[in-house]
């Protein structure tokens, strides 16, 4: 069974710094495009980064500069170093694994909160 756990959210100011984990077990981990969505109090879950097989990286206008994604393969884990964050960035963050071998599954984590307030 494959799970997904988030770490690293809390409670920052306004310009701080956080670094998100998600640990992976069940899967193949080197196998899966990793990405971290974000989902803010009555919006819709939207696309923060991702990050391919092959340690390319992709980020939503709105981060690039500020946010950096990487994964450890040997740790089976993905991360999301958040610097300078802005109110804005409050939401809660979860964690996705897209395989890219058939059956070519989806996994979510349960997601972490991070609050970006004075």
């Known amino acids: 069974q494959v799970q997904l756990v988030e770490s690293g959210g809390g409670l920052v100011q306004p310009g701080g710094s956080l670094r998100l984990s998600c640990a992976a077990s069940g899967t193949i981990f080197s196998a899966n495009t990793m990405a971290w969505y974000r989902q803010a109090p009555g919006k819709q879950r939207e696309l923060v980064a991702t990050?391919?097989?092959?340690?390319?990286?992709n980020y939503a206008d709105s981060v690039k500069g500020r946010f950096t994604i990487s994964r450890d393969n040997a740790k089976n884990t993905v991360y999301l170093q958040m610097n300078s964050l802005k109110p804005e960035d409050t939401a809660v963050y979860y964690c996705?694994?897209?395989?890219?071998?058939?059956?070519?599954?989806?996994?979510w984590g349960k997601g972490t909160r991070v609050t970006v307030s004075t």
């Open positions: 996705n694994a897209k395989s890219v071998l058939s059956p070519y599954s989806d996994y």
């Open positions: 990050i391919t097989t092959g340690g390319s990286t």
